[in-house]
DNA sequence: GTTCATGCAAATCGTTTGCACAATG
DNA sequence: CATTGTGCAAACGATTTGCATGAAC
């Protein structure tokens, strides 16, 4: 796809289903996914095949205050929202803020290349509990 | 302090350690810093204080991308700026924007309790290399 | 004197890695 | 056929936990 790699019917299919879900999954959601198209896919093959399409720009890792590392095929950039009763992860709509960027390269000696802004609270679904 | 929990000389020279640095310290660090006042100290009670500080709200876990956690006291809101070279983390002057909220809450139907910005780039002395 | 905090070591959890074999180009 | 990807299991690093002893109240 990108050269450098060759192509692997495992790889293939953890991006299709990456780029079929709205969630944000974790390895191991993949991994019980995909087990029973591949019985004998291991943990390592999905985390090894995880960071190579992030290192191809082609996933994204996210990392939500949680002890494991979620996952996007969400290329648009977009902010998060994380709830905090069921741990959901949701993809906002607000418009991206550079301003912030340049905004802030004024008032500190520092060079900005990105930022990133996570919103906490309940969901529309935990909220009608 | 806050009742529940007895008073501790290793809780509270950590808690001070914590207040007497801008850097943005890892258990193990804090762990370095004290060997040589606790000779016995050991890592299980540095990271059993550091939860029960934070739960007091005297201290906050920041979650900086890394594979492990970093510590702060300073209570005063404020975004972060890491650096991606050295991943140091640096407070930020920016002022908080609480219309982010708001905002985020007309086109959502989230309650929102809080948000997180972090920055990413290249800090001073890095670039200076 | 009862209860909580400590030190120590072992356990846990998410992720990575070494190796022999299978699949790709 | 040369090389990369896989499955498996072992290794890893950060954090947590069980337990016997020591400190707090």
Not at 10 to 28: D, F, G, K, N, W
Not at 57 to 64: E, W
Not at 67 to 93: G, M, W
Request: net charge neutral.
């Amino acid at each position: 796809m990108t050269g450098k790699y060759r192509r692997s019917k495992q790889r293939e299919v953890i991006l299709r289903l990456l780029q079929s879900t709205e969630s944000h999954p974790t390895a191991s959601w993949i991994y019980d996914k995909l087990k029973s198209e591949f019985p004998h896919l291991s943990l390592g093959t999905v985390y090894r095949n995880l960071n190579i399409l992030s290192e191809q720009g082609l996933i994204k890792k996210i990392d939500c205050g949680s002890t494991f590392d979620r996952f996007e095929a969400n290329n648009h950039p977009h902010y998060h929202f994380i709830c905090e009763q069921c741990n959901s992860v949701f993809d906002l709509k607000t418009p991206i803020m550079n301003n912030l960027e340049d905004q802030l390269s004024g008032l500190h000696n520092f060079t900005i290349h990105s930022h990133m802004i996570e919103f906490f609270g309940v969901c529309e679904a935990c909220k009608k509990q």
